[in-house]
């Protein structure tokens, strides 16, 4: 992941055949397979047809075999490095067409340019843009080892905060998303060959990375830069654009087989890839398989107890356990432990539940995708894509807690309750109903996109229009969960519970093992949640030039875009209440018209010197009305191998469909109460010590139709440094600021805070007699603000010799100066960077100060190697131990990756890998909800060996 855009320059001894068809078809097909980057102008390869012919290469080089290629042709070629090329027009020709032989400045490493690169319609290189891009291409996706987008983009220096993934088990919903800068998913746009996708099933907020298989990925571009006035909505931290593989020539198997080194989290992957191209069409076709297996926590030393007190932290296992802890009226508390009668209940009664989770969540994905194209000879081409995606996630959790104050429902055991020895009512009950066995949650998605449309030239110009068709459903499935209407009255007497009418008494206050199987048959519920999202979209863009002058070519784009997103979810909560051991997702219904108009423009002001780049979009939705963005950029190059870049621009976040619909959303978090210190007494919202034992807390979530789009202000300065007296070596540095407002939050974490310490929100924040939380009422709001500010490094070297092969090194840092937090207005600002506060509690995550990478890559004729390192710096947390404050840091974190493949010269490919190679386990976080760390940020699973398989016909 820490290499540049490139590829081994070494051509197959069996040569290369190719149809007859346009040139520019004939490069990409010498690019794939001699792994050589190609510049060329791709109208005018388009137009110049070549006969079917056999290339044949000497010594696997590639020089040779181009000049076959283009030999009688107008065309030439000129080495631009170790293992790139331009294609140009020769002399005579560039004359006669007034074109120029070779472009200025350095070129991007691309297989066939021509094409837009992230974050502009305009085409620009990439070491031109002016907004810093990152690009995996083809062989640094090969040589990583990684088998998802996700695990893919987890590293990356820019990636930080609340991503989802398999990795978060408690709370995860077999999704994975993407967290540019530390911002919430929904401030990164994912897109798929330039173009927007639908969002998960589930909550509606961000693309899910997990219906998109990397196998049929050809390259992953990463802007760092805010791009609402060149996509839309979205857009704020910056954009994932994920270019699909379209013009892929033979047959491809590829088997990927791995597993920790402690024997568990068995993972494989298969894909099959076929494509055939002709005089005037291409087709493409792959399929593919891919399943992880799951990794308990209790299999790792870290994460196998809730107990961290020997580790520095807390005792964070429950209060609800199997023997029951049973609150009497008098304000003692007793457990019914191992049958032998009640005895005090001590804090060394509690359950750890860590014996029955998975921590890393199996997961299986199967695909179908379908690309071609067909030349109608009138310069215009028809295209075609197609992607069908089933996902699947199965999680344990530990079996259902029940906390009979703090659940839904009139859950009190009745004095006359046949299993009530104490002959008064009892309150306060938390049990563990280990005889339900654990809780299952099955999660499975279906996704299905197709995109088809016209794209042509006129003159110096390209356009396309895109019809573009996407629907998700996603269904999850919790089982082993208590239905609260069944418990409260199997809690009651015989002239509430009436066995008659079908009603089972039930006993929470016996030892474990009291409930049977009609107790348990009685009260036992599944929640299960339907969801589905779909959009339609109409766009059209052209881009070319739009004059010339003394300075240069003026390059334009505009177009307009018209989409219609719905969503539809629904679940079977139990008359409008959470199961037990679950969450209420409750409802949403709702959809929206979009309308979008833009326009780009570059503008020389001084030849091959200085450019003005502006941007504007207007956007007008139908549920909120109308907003306008524009962006402004500044490149200077001061000297050939220098480019100073500057850019101003503003953005938005449309409120989702579920932040202005949703209803009914319920679910216990794990929340800190300050009234439960020692010192409640002295803050002005406590009525009293509440419970100290409590981490949950049920909190109904709704949506507000009224809320506004989140706004944005993006700056950000750079340069790019290509020294011409250190041939191969290139750096680039970033400084970025991000200003937010109107941020939509409910931050329940929030309302206990302003109550406890300031006597606020008491509608919302709903307590007993006693002081103790019974209900919070968080509704989203537009409340918050952000500033992030921080820096890119990236610095690039590499080197080819006859001798010792192709060397390539990278290094790759992201550091966060600031992440200020505003939690709602007139509340102080809260510098976030450097500190872990888990989502779990409202949190932002993780966001180090420095996260980077580094890697070295060689090749030499049929042998190629590779190391990587990944850094993420140190974090701090804060937590509350005995009634005093603490604050401790978080380690820094190294993992080391290394691959070692060969290629054959029978188009076979065998490597072998091993990621975290000195088995780091992850630094240990107190205030880590799941498994006592960051599963967004770092791997728990140990050293991980792999073999990797490819065949190439």
């Known amino acids: 992941m820490a290499f540049s855009s490139g590829a081994n320059a070494s051509c197959p001894e069996e040569g290369i055949s190719l149809p007859a068809s346009s040139l520019s078809r004939a490069l990409i097909a010498v690019g794939r397979q001699c792994k050589i980057s190609v510049l060329v102008h791709a109208p005018a390869a388009d137009s110049y047809l070549i006969s079917g012919q056999t290339l044949s290469p000497q010594d696997g080089k590639f020089e040779p075999l181009l000049t076959q290629l283009l030999e009688n042709s107008p065309f030439t070629f000129e080495r631009i490095g170790p293992a790139a090329v331009a294609v140009v027009k020769r002399p005579q020709e560039a004359r006669q067409t007034g074109e120029v032989s070779r472009p200025a400045g350095r070129p991007e490493e691309v297989t066939v340019t021509g094409r837009s690169l992230t974050g502009s319609h305009l085409r620009h290189l990439q070491l031109d843009s002016y907004a810093p891009i990152d690009v995996l291409a083809q062989p640094e996706l090969e ?375 009609p107790q348990l048959d009685f009260i036992r519920g599944e929640s299960r949640v339907k969801g589905s999202t779909r959009m339609a979209s109409l766009t059209y863009v052209a881009d070319g030039i739009l004059g010339s002058y ?57 030849e091959d010197a200085v450019w003005l780049d502006g941007a504007v979009r207007y956007s007008d939705y139908s549920d909120f009305g109308t907003t306008a963005n524009p962006k402004l950029a500044l490149r200077w190059r001061p000297t050939p191998s220098l480019m100073l870049r500057a850019s101003y621009a503003t953005g938005f976040k449309a409120p989702t469909l579920v932040d202005m619909n949703q209803s009914g959303y319920q679910s216990q978090e794990f929340l800190f109460d300050p009234c439960s210190r020692s010192d409640a007494a002295a803050l002005p919202g406590c009525l009293g010590q509440s419970d100290p034992a409590r981490f949950q807390y049920l909190t109904e979530f709704g949506g507000n139709p009224e809320l506004e789009p989140e706004t944005s202000d993006n700056r950000s300065l750079g340069a790019v440094w290509t020294p011409t007296f250190a041939k191969g070596f290139s750096t680039t540095l970033d400084i970025y600021d991000i200003r937010q407002n109107d941020v939509i939050d409910t931050s329940p974490q929030y309302l206990i805070n302003r109550n406890a310490f300031e006597g606020l929100y008491t509608e919302r924040v709903l307590r007993d007699e006693r002081g103790d939380i019974t209900r919070i009422l968080a509704t989203r709001l537009n409340i918050g603000a952000r500033e992030v500010r921080g820096l890119d490094l990236s610095l690039r070297y590499e080197r080819d010799s006859e001798e010792r092969g192709r060397f390539r090194w990278a290094f790759n840092a992201s550091h966060m100066d600031r992440y200020l937090n505003q939690a709602a207005p007139g509340s102080p600002f809260e510098d976030l960077a450097g500190i872990f506060i888990d989502p779990a509690s409202g949190g932002a995550g993780s966001l180090p100060k420095w996260k980077a990478n580094t890697g070295v890559y060689w090749d030499k004729g049929q042998w190629e190697g590779a190391y990587t390192i990944h850094y993420v710096g140190p974090l701090s947390e804060t937590f509350t131990r005995n009634a005093t404050l603490v604050e401790r840091e978080i380690d820094s974190w190294f993992s080391h990756d290394m691959q070692l493949a060969y290629r054959s010269p029978l188009g076979i490919r065998l490597a072998v890998g091993v990621d975290n190679l000195m088995d780091q386990e992850p630094p240990f976080a107190a205030t880590a909800f799941n498994d006592n760390y960051d599963g967004r940020t770092y791997e728990l699973s140990g050293r991980y060996w792999y073999t990797t398989f490819a065949y190439n016909l």
């Open 143 to 517: 040589i990583t080892g990684a088998q998802t987008v996700a695990q893919l983009l987890k590293f990356l220096p820019a990636v930080s905060g609340n991503s989802t993934s398999t990795a978060v088990s408690n709370g995860g919903d077999g999704t994975a998303t993407v967290t540019l800068r530390g911002l919430p998913a929904s401030n990164t746009l994912v897109l798929i060959n330039g173009r927007r996708i639908v969002n998960n099933g589930f909550g509606g907020e961000a693309a899910d990375l997990n219906t998109i298989p990397l196998s049929s990925v050809d390259r992953i571009e990463i802007l760092k830069d805010g791009a609402s006035a060149v996509y839309g909505s979205d857009a704020i931290a910056g954009v994932v654009n994920i270019i699909l593989r379209q013009d892929f020539e033979g047959l491809s198997l590829n088997s990927y087989a791995g597993r920790a080194e402690q024997g568990d989290q068995e993972t494989e992957s298969h894909n099959l890839t076929w494509g055939r191209g002709g005089d005037r069409g291409h087709i493409m076709v792959s399929l593919a398989h891919y399943s992880q297996g799951a990794l308990m926590s209790r299999d790792r030393e870290l994460s196998a107890t809730a107990d961290n007190r020997a580790r520095g932290g807390t005792d964070l296992r429950s209060s609800a356990i199997p023997a029951g802890y049973i609150g009497l009226g008098d304000g003692t508390v007793v457990t019914n432990a191992d049958g032998g009668g009640y005895r005090n209940w001590t804090s060394e009664d509690r359950y750890d539940y860590s014996e029955f989770t998975t921590a890393v969540v199996p997961s299986s994905r199967d695909s179908i995708y379908l690309s071609g194209n067909y030349d109608f000879g009138d310069a215009s081409t028809g295209f075609l894509e197609a992607m069908g995606v089933r996902t699947t996630a199965k999680t344990q959790l530990a079996p259902t807690p029940v906390f009979t104050r703090f659940d839904n429902g009139d859950l009190t055991v009745s004095a006359d309750n046949i299993y009530n020895p104490f002959g008064a009512p009892v309150e306060d009950v938390r049990k563990r109903v280990l005889e339900l066995a654990p809780r299952r949650q099955f999660n499975e998605t279906e996704t299905w996109r197709f995109n088809s449309g016209l794209k042509g030239r006129w003159d110096d110009w390209q356009w396309a229009l895109t019809v573009g068709l996407h629907h998700t459903r996603a269904d999850e499935k919790l089982a082993n969960l208590i239905d609260p209407n069944r418990l409260a009255i199997g809690l009651k007497g015989p002239d509430v519970c009436i066995a008659e009418s079908g009603c089972v008494a039930v006993d929470l206050l016996g030892p474990s093992g009291s409930i049977d199987a």
């Open 550 to 606: 003394s300075e240069g070519d003026i390059l334009a784009a505009a177009g307009v875009e018209f989409r219609r997103e719905r969503i539809n979810f629904t679940s079977n909560d139990a008359q409008g209440l959470s199961f037990i051991g679950g969450s209420a997702s409750g409802s949403a219904e709702g959809r929206r018209m979009i309308g979008e108009a833009f326009a780009e423009i570059s503008v020389p002001l001084a």
